[in-house]
């Protein structure tokens, strides 16, 4: 990670694309409050999630629309979400960050949700306008959704709006100053990959490479299990690890157990080796 002119290494890494348009979005208000307490960051195009922090902290920032608009079943809409959050979980602590969330209006009666947009209060009254915007998901489904990035391995932030959730991306991201100022801490790291240094981190990227299993529950798996190869042939026991529940599970082993499928006019390359030939 750079420095800048005056040898600061950013403790916060924000994606370029957070910080455009006029509306002041949580990422807005959070590099507001980083500017207020002189924490460094700085913005580039990052490959994955939408915030990287220091010991492996990656955030993506969805709105109630956005999930809204996966469910709604566009073309790239499931594909790309997926896409995000397995890459997500590359990361030893992933966070995805709800906004607005918990201002929805919820009409199980009418299968749909309110996302409220705008609000006013009424002069010289106490009382508050609130306009909003009708979307025919049922909460239900919605409620899936969510629970679905729970299951794999990915902490959920819930905010109210936009101000709120910025104050719980600033609470995982800084946290307290004295956490802050512990030494030995790792600076966020842009990867699309993770380096494979030793045995270890090679057995762990290849357990985290199961649906639903971060580095974070790979290293739990290995630890409880004591090799790659007891953990897979005692898959149907990965329940006992916190946080890994039957649909997991169910992922890793149809992953496992599905045939390898060959497209059509794909052939496999092979290279004779001269020595042993």
Same mark, same amino acid.
């Given at each position: 990670?750079?420095?800048? /002119?005056?040898?600061?290494?950013? %403790? ?25 307490? *002189? ?14 922090? @220091? ?22 809409? @499931? ?17 995805? /960050?709800? %906004? ?8 199980? @009666? ?22 909003? #915007? ?7 489904? /919605? ?8 299951? #794999? ?15 719980? /991306? ?6 307290? %100053? ?38 974070? #529950? ?10 790659? *190869? ?33 497209? %059509? ?13």
């Amino acid at each position: 990670m750079q420095s800048d /002119l005056f040898g600061n290494v950013p %403790e916060i890494v924000i994606d370029v694309h957070e910080t455009g348009g006029k509306r002041k979005n949580a990422v807005k208000h959070l590099m507001s409050m980083l500017d207020k307490e *002189q924490i460094t960051y700085s913005v580039q195009k990052i490959p994955i999630g939408d915030i990287l922090g @220091v010991d492996g902290i990656a955030i993506e920032r969805k709105t109630v629309s956005d999930l809204v608009n996966t469910l709604k079943g566009s073309a790239s809409g @499931v594909p790309r979400l997926t896409k995000q959050l397995d890459a997500l979980v590359s990361y030893d602590k992933p966070y995805v /960050l709800i %906004e607005n969330i918990l201002a929805i209006r919820r009409d199980p @009666v009418k299968s749909c949700i309110y996302i409220p947009f705008s609000t006013k209060q009424t002069k010289g009254k106490p009382y508050y306008v609130t306009m909003e #915007r009708a979307s025919f998901i049922h909460p239900n489904s /919605l409620d899936a959704l969510i629970d679905s990035i729970g299951e #794999r391995g990915i902490t959920i932030l819930k905010g109210f709006n936009a101000l709120h959730s910025a104050g719980l /991306l600033y609470g995982v991201l800084v946290g307290e %100053e004295a956490k802050r100022e512990q030494k030995g801490q790792r600076l966020p790291v842009i990867r699309t990959r993770k380096g494979l240094d030793s045995m270890n981190d090679e057995q762990e990227f290849f357990i985290a490479g199961f649906p639903g299993i971060n580095v974070v #529950r790979a290293k739990s798996i290995l630890e409880h299990f004591g090799s790659p *190869q007891e953990a897979i042939l005692q898959i149907d026991d990965w329940g006992k690890i916190p946080g890994i529940g039957p649909k997991t599970i169910a992922s890793a082993k149809k992953l496992l157990y599905s045939d390898y499928e060959v497209a %059509e006019g794909e052939t496999s390359e092979t290279n004779d080796d001269p020595v042993n030939s």
